[in-house]
Every structure is written in C-alpha cells, then in structure tokens.
C-alpha cells in the first residue's frame, strides 16, 4: 500500500482568506492529481502534475509537485465558497491510482 | 454523453446476502475501475481492467468479484455482504495513453449500507 497523508483533515476559512493543502508520501509516483469532490457526487479531476518540481496554475489554485515527487501542494489564493468541497490528492504509479485521506474545506462568506 | 453512470444509488443488504453494482460508460474509454470511499479514509481501489476480458486486484479485492465482457461495461460483485462493506462505491473510466495523461471520470456513486 501506497499510503499518501493530506494535511489539514478539516480547514474552515473567511472568503477571501489565502490556504494551502498539502499531499505527503513516502512513495515516489510517477505523477500525482487533485480532485474536487462535492456530497453526493464523484471526484473531478482539477489538475495532474508529471514532473518533480512541476508547478500549475488553475486561475486562484496553485499545484506545486516536489522535487523528489513524494509530495504535493495546493494554495487557493482568495478563497470563495464556490471552493467549498472535498480535496483528494492521488499518485499514480502503473495503472493503479492511491488516494490520500482528504481535506474537507469550508469557505464561509 | 451520460459519461458513467452507476446503479443503484442506494441499497441496503442483509448480512450474508449478495449483489451486483452496476457501472456504464459511453466514452469508449479502455481503462475502468472501481473504489470504495470510507468516511476519512479517502477511495481505495478495489478493481481495475485495462480492457474487455481482462482484469486485475487493486489494493482492497477480498470480498469482490469483477468482470468485463464490453469495452462499456464492469459490474463490481458482492458475494456474501459483510458490514465491512457499507461504503460508498465509485466507478471510474478513463483513456490511457501513458504517465500522466489519464483523466479518470467518476460515476455518481453507490451508497451501499449491509446490516
């Protein structure tokens, strides 16, 4: 098992606040993704990150993958309820992805 | 494109009773899989199959079965309900092409209570 840690578990925050989440592991993936997910329904897929150092931007959302690709970030600048959900990191080595635990975020207007 | 889709929504089973979940996509997708999604334990895969026919373990398979007859098709199976698996099940599909390029697509889930 390829057991990937999101810290925090829970994040409650002012719209408008900066945060950031983080993805950690002892295992080196070959690439590694986030996902939004909200009740009731599956994953979608904001962004996948290949290469150690990698660093993407989706509008507010900042992805940085580590150097060793062992671990990952997300910093949403200027948080507005409409980020409100579940967070899922997820390493993908062979054909098998490995979740982490997930960040629950709440924006509170 | 209904994308994937998964029945049922909801089921509730006796102990010792068996089902199939049912999962469908319309992408013509080659990669399918399916996880479980416990509270605070984020999704563990339980099966994935890379094709029609063929199929392989994830990280959680004790207690399920799988198939895959069509590229459109992977119905996950439960033999013998156990309360270790009340769970929320998701199906997913997806089009590798290699590292890094896969996107998987999630069905809605299939909220599953054995009593």
New interface residues.
């Given amino acids: 098992t390829q057991l990937l840690e999101q810290s925090p578990q829970f994040l409650s925050i002012q719209e408008g606040e900066n945060l950031t989440v983080y993805c950690n592991s002892s295992s080196v993936f070959s690439s590694l993704q986030w996902y939004r997910q909200e009740p009731g329904e599956g994953p979608v897929l904001l962004v996948t990150v290949v290469t150690g150092g990698e660093v993407k931007k989706l509008k507010r959302l900042t992805f940085q993958f580590g150097d060793a690709r062992k671990d990952s970030s997300l910093h949403i600048t200027a948080a507005q309820p409409g980020d409100t959900g579940l967070y899922l990191c997820a390493g993908e080595n062979g054909n098998q992805f490995y979740f982490g635990t997930g960040t629950s975020l709440t924006v509170i207007p | 494109n209904a994308g994937?889709t998964q029945t049922p929504k909801f089921r509730i089973l006796k102990i010792g009773q068996s089902m199939t979940l049912q999962c469908t996509q319309d992408m013509n997708h080659n990669?399918m899989?399916w996880?479980r999604q416990d509270p605070?334990?984020?999704?563990?895969?339980i099966y994935?199959s890379?094709g029609a026919g063929i199929t392989?373990k994830?990280?959680v398979p004790n207690g399920y079965n799988v198939s895959r007859s069509t590229t459109e098709d992977f119905p996950l199976r439960l033999e013998l309900a156990a309360p270790s698996q009340t769970s929320v099940y998701?199906c997913?599909s997806s089009y590798?092409m290699g590292?890094?390029?896969?996107?998987?697509y999630?069905?809605?889930?299939t909220r599953l209570t054995v009593l």
């Avoid at chain 2, 590292?99 to 998987?104: A, M």
């Avoid at chain 2, 999630?106 to 889930?109: A, E, K």
């Fill in positions: 994937v990669y899989y996880y605070g334990m984020g999704l563990k895969l994935y890379v392989d994830g990280e998701f997913a590798w590292r890094g390029t896969d996107t998987q999630f069905g809605p889930g």
